[in-house]
């Protein structure tokens, strides 16, 4: 319901055109939005955050290689040229399909269409002391807040008298060994390498140990065997060392316990797993264990007829995919631009056809010059030419002009300089 004195629909004026609210300007919202620039309807996008994020390139935030500001882009921004689009910064608390409304703590706002493009959150498995202690990195402010952790651990290290404290400060530990954790490995494999002896001489290079821990058999589990072992080989190569079926077990702030054996550290990394952000309100038994929402081949919410949801927070269960599909950009953006088709089609008063995803492989950074790609063929490549590939295809996706132009810029210095762009703790001091 909508507190005293709150503004009707957010203040956001009723017009002749049917309304479309988007809940997340992630990747499948911001696509979807994009793709309704000619249409004819009012869209309105809600999002806790002022901007979207390329959430792939956050692990170089968090190693000191890529500025914030590079990687996020205005929602304001995202249709300038249409005449009836609406941002609002605002998290949705419920959805009332009754009532055809959303709630939020400024009020609610009504639509003829909702889109549930909410994305994914952090799971910590039901681990209090992980969830307390770990840093996950899952927005640019948490991505900011490891590579603060990590370089004012560095400065500790080199204060104190005790050798057993600093080796603790020196070391890094990465739960979870899908992209984000292998990529982020190996960029603090590349900091060991060429920053750490030439910012850090005082401190002994071999005390800063970098442990990845996975808990299934292998590291890329979505990649086929020889991607992972590829990965493996280039990450312990370059110093990392690899646990698999380990799982983390407790985490107080200086010690991660596992199931095998202990890591004395001050920072634990968590890309361990994530869950669907839904939204309350749906009725019982549309969401899955994974927090996901059960929608149907046109991204509509089952049972619901002017409800949709798409990327991270929708389980649609196909014949290739039955368990619904993985929780990637590719099938956000894909989702996000059928959905826009959809909706342009009711307006033509066309039929749609159902979704489908095109799988185009997969690939990851494992450090300088050290590339995998997975083609949907299942044909692996992996060295310096997937490694510019992996430049390119980011580059490319990274949302606005300014920040491809920043983010190459970047890069080139990084990699002829073999230096870090950004080593500075921005963070409040106590003195
Ligand atoms: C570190 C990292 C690395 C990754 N690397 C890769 C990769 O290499 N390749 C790949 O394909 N995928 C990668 N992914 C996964 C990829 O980022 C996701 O699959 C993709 O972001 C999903 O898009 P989405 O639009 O569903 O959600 P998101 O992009 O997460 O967007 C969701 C949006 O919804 C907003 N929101 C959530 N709840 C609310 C609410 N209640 N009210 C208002 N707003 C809300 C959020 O603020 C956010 O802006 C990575 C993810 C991470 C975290």
Known sequence: MCPKNSLQDLGIGQTDRRRIVIIGGGFAGLRLAGGLQKSNYQIVLLDR????????????VATAELEAGAIAYPLRKVLKNHPDYHFRMVRV???????????????????DYLVIATGAETHFFGMD???????????????????????????????????????????????????????????????????LPRDYPDLDPNLFKIYLIELLPRLLAQMSEEA???????????????????????????????????????????????????????GEGLVDKKGRIAADRFCRVNGLENIYALGDVVHMATENHPEGHPQLAAVAVQQGEYLAGHFLDIEKGRKSKPFRYTDRGMMANIGRKK?????????????????????????????????????????????????????????????
């Open 93 to 111: 608390e419920r959805i009332d399909p009754a009532r055809n409304s959303v709630v939020t703590r400024y009020g609610d706002l009504r639509y």
């Open 371 to 431: 590339g995998i790609i997975e083609l949907e063929n299942g044909r692996n490549y992996k060295g310096f030419i997937p490694w510019i590939s992996w430049l390119a295809v980011h580059l490319f996706f990274l949302a606005g002009f300014g920040n491809k132009l920043k983010t190459f810029a970047t890069w080139a210095w990084i990699y002829t300089s073999r230096d870090m762009a950004t080593p500075i703790i921005l963070e409040k001091q106590d003195d």
């Open 49 to 60: 955050k002022n901007h979207h994020t390329f959430q792939h390139l956050l692990y170089q």
């Open 228 to 282: 992972s072992e590829s990965a493996e080989t280039y990450l312990k190569n370059m110093g990392v060392e690899v646990f698999t079926e380990t799982r983390i077990q407790n985490y107080d702030g200086h010690t991660v316990k596992t199931d095998k054996t202990e890591f004395p550290a001050r920072l634990l990394l968590w890309t361990g797993g994530i869950s669907g952000a839904f939204i309350d309100g749906l």
């Open 129 to 195: 002391s992980v969830a307390r202690h770990a840093l996950p990195m899952k927005t640019i402010a948490e991505a900011l807040d490891i590579k603060n952790r990590m370089l004012k651990n560095l400065e500790d290290a080199l204060l104190t008298p005790d050798a057993d404290e600093r080796r603790t400060l020196a070391t890094v530990v990465i739960a979870g060994g899908g992209p984000a954790g292998v990529e982020t490995a190996g960029a603090f494999a590349d900091f060991k390498r060429f920053v």
